[in-house]
């Protein structure tokens, strides 16, 4: 398996410009969620899923989307880039209730500078 | 909403000394709490976690200790070692919730 993984790795991105990160699990789970790392603020969620086509708000949404259409993908969209959103971006996956565990695993992260 | 607060933000040690990092969680709710161990450079990786029906938890050098009623948690690294160096996050959720709150990370060193 090769657990979480996400691309790019790195990313600038202009003022105004749009990109989608990407997520992909192959560890079957339903819960996904996305995170901001900023230093000195721990993890903050974006968003997070239970499932294909159920979507909800974290402690930080605006300025992203995201859909889940498949089990396996969770992207992540920003509509118009903003220096504030410079940060590093973690997907993380963990099992549902049926499997009685909550434990979480993350990506490698992307490291998103916004001019 | 949950808020996790944890300290210290800095923690350095000498090798084979132990280490304490505290945790304190506002949702009574929450029963699930997890340490995450971040490498530079990597994505936090779970270490040990506890849930609330028990007070403690212990994996070889790390243990995990829950106060319910102070809403409380520590994580507890014995014999430290160089490559126990990096920044570790405590966690609170409500099992099964698919989302957790995490406090903003201590970096532990450790003095060769």
Request: hydrophobic fraction near 30%; include cysteine.
């Amino acid at each position: 398996n090769a657990g979480v993984t996400q691309t790019p790795k790195f990313q600038v991105l202009k003022t105004g410009q749009s990109m989608t990160l990407q997520c992909a699990q192959d560890m079957n789970h339903e819960y996904m969620s996305w995170y901001r790392q900023d230093p000195g603020m721990g993890l903050r969620l974006i968003h997070y899923s239970v499932g294909a086509g159920i979507t909800d708000q974290g402690e930080v949404p605006n300025g992203y989307n995201v859909s889940r259409s498949t089990t396996e993908d969770f992207p992540l969209r920003l509509l118009s880039a903003a220096p504030s959103q410079t940060s590093v971006y973690f997907c993380a996956s963990s099992y549902s209730i049926q499997h009685s565990t909550d434990t979480q695993y993350f990506g490698p992260g992307t490291r998103l500078t916004v001019l | 909403g949950e808020n996790v607060e944890q300290h210290p933000s800095t923690l350095s040690v000498q090798e084979g000394d132990s280490a304490v990092i505290k945790c304190t969680y506002s949702d009574s709710a929450s029963n699930y709490f997890p340490w995450y161990k971040q490498e530079l450079g990597k994505g936090p990786q779970l270490i040990i976690d506890i849930r609330s029906n028990v007070g403690e938890k212990k994996d070889q050098r790390i243990a995990v200790t829950l106060n319910k009623t102070a809403k409380h948690f520590s994580l507890h690294i014995t014999e430290t070692q160089p490559e126990d160096s990096a920044v570790y996050f405590c966690a609170a959720s409500i099992s099964n919730a698919g989302k957790s709150t995490f406090g903003d990370g201590t970096t532990l060193t450790v003095k060769p």
